[in-house]
């Protein structure tokens, strides 16, 4: 069994590549340089073993879900991502050469993908395999993507399609590797900055997190069932089990939800192009504080059928 | 039970007081405005009852301490704490008003003593209480304390008293306050800008942590036994059980040792008057790039009293 300091010698140290003029790993903090004109966002998630990931999730996606997860908050801001802390927290029968490689491979793998390194963070041993990123980026003065500013008459957007997630956790095959090692939607958020008034990304469920920004923006919404991106693996799971609202809430997508302003609707074929990623006009923004969701199929309210949704989301708690 | 969402605005919300010209709780993540002509220095460390804190520990206290070992990490780097993200993973039945309301205030009166505020994080369930924070501090630039400049001929110096945080974990009365709420020196360590050569927290224990210093600059050091500053306490604890090596090695101090030029000894006397702590000279840095540690009494190396020692410190694997 490894020791701390060896663990992060020998798996983390190489997912910590910092420019000279910058202290990473191996001191009692980092010390980062800041650009000019930039702000900072930071974002932090949790993942535990058995809440956020099946206990039989392979280790190499569970590297690579933490950090993606949190590159996915990040994008929803806009962000431009730099630079991560880890805390793993480890059971003492996955403290071995085979897991921690595959774990630490997840990780730079992304890592590496999107240029974010490792500055940071703290081993330790635990009953419950845990793992917290606190993941920081850059957007320019005043920039940021935030929930709070959607305006009624806005298109919502979501990226992608949605339900994957959920259908990967019920085991359908053609889902899992969205499960588990989805793709921050990193470029599509550094497209959105300036044309998007706000975004979230749907870890939660559609409905769920939607709902967050129109609380936070004092507005309603429409959303037309009918249109809504999905895979043909999550329309014939619904097909087979009549549970209409199960991409809407089932949680674990990352992607985004955003709205735009009406006039900018001929940009989105361009940012479509360049990030390669759909993206699918799904209703608007209305009037109304009480941050309400009517869903219509064939133009008329389907809460209804709907009914068993109740804008369940993903929660901790009871 | 209370929801992730509902514990957020209720108990954590009313730590975060951010300016205007920032994003704090309640977005993806917090936007910060960055100051000029300094760097970031960020931090992690995370508390998991039963490895870092006795089940038995008052709220109150696993609050504050998760915060004060992370403070206590950036004054070693002398930096300025400025704010800081929350992860906490809680059981079930931790999960009430009473506990929530203990633990929150314990965070809240140790962040409102150092001005630093709480700007984001994530609350889960788990089976297991665990606690990572983040903390991020601001330091001049190019000023940071590191832990590979220390020089042969410098000084060693530790402030107050070591061996307390072992004391209070066995049991000793008059040590408890000082394990359950240590008091990070985050102004000592913004004193020692400009003057320590090297700086790092003692929480895993004297000789574990200036090994650090000793391994990261390629020097050695001779430390006086007799000098070493501790309690009445401590000193009755090692006379009954012989266990000399006890405040070396115990770990959970959350002091700094640092070191100094010579020349600059002058200065420590107005230091201790600014910040209220007590430092003491314990020994100084020689030559060896092996990064060796003599400690000796009477002028004597005593190496074979202390063999149970083995700087051994505080290791959560074997």
Redesign the interface.
């Known amino acids: 069994?490894?020791?701390?300091f060896s663990?992060i010698e020998k798996y983390f140290k190489p997912i910590s590549v910092i420019n000279s003029t910058?202290?990473g790993i191996?001191?009692?903090?980092?010390?980062?340089?800041?650009p000019k004109n930039?702000?900072?966002?930071?974002?932090?998630?949790?993942s535990?073993c058995g809440?956020?990931f099946p206990k039989k999730t392979p280790p190499f996606a569970i590297g690579w879900k933490s950090l993606a997860v949190n590159l996915s908050?990040?994008a929803?801001?806009g962000?431009d991502p730099a630079f991560f802390?880890?805390?793993l927290?480890l059971p003492?029968e996955l403290?071995n050469e085979q897991w921690l490689t595959a774990f630490s491979t997840g990780i730079k793998t992304l890592a590496d993908k999107y240029k974010v390194c490792l500055?940071?963070?703290?081993?330790?041993?635990?009953?419950?395999l845990?793992i917290?990123i606190?993941a920081?980026?850059w957007?320019s003065?005043n920039t940021?993507i935030?929930?709070?500013t959607a305006k009624a008459g806005n298109l919502i957007f979501v990226s992608g399609n949605i339900g994957d997630g959920g259908g990967g956790l019920k085991g359908i095959e053609s889902c899992l590797d969205k499960l588990n090692t989805p793709e921050p939607r990193v470029k599509l958020g550094l497209n959105l900055l300036g044309l998007a008034t706000s975004?979230?990304?749907i870890s939660d469920g559609l409905l769920s997190d939607l709902k967050h920004i129109l609380k936070?923006s004092k507005v309603s919404a429409r959303i037309n069932y009918d249109v809504l991106p999905m895979s043909v693996s999550i329309k014939n799971y619904i097909q087979q089990t009549e549970q209409y609202c199960f991409p809407l809430t089932c949680g674990d997508d990352y992607e985004l939800c955003f709205t735009i302003a009406q006039e900018k609707l001929a940009e989105i074929t361009a940012i479509e192009k360049l990030t390669a990623v759909s993206l699918t006009c799904i209703g608007e923004v209305v009037t109304g504080e009480s941050a309400n969701i009517d869903i219509t199929s064939n133009n008329a309210v389907i809460q209804n059928k709907l009914d068993s949704c109740k804008f369940a989301g993903f929660?901790?708690?009871?």
Chains 1, 2 share one sequence.
């Open positions: 069994m490894a020791s701390e663990i910058n202290v191996g001191d009692d903090g980092a010390v980062i340089s800041l930039k702000q900072l966002v930071i974002v932090t998630d949790t535990i809440v956020h908050d990040l929803a801001m962000a802390s880890l805390a927290s003492a403290n500055v940071g963070g703290d081993t330790t041993k635990s009953t419950v845990s917290t606190t920081h980026g957007v003065e940021a935030l929930r709070s975004a979230i990304d936070a929660k901790h708690f009871f």
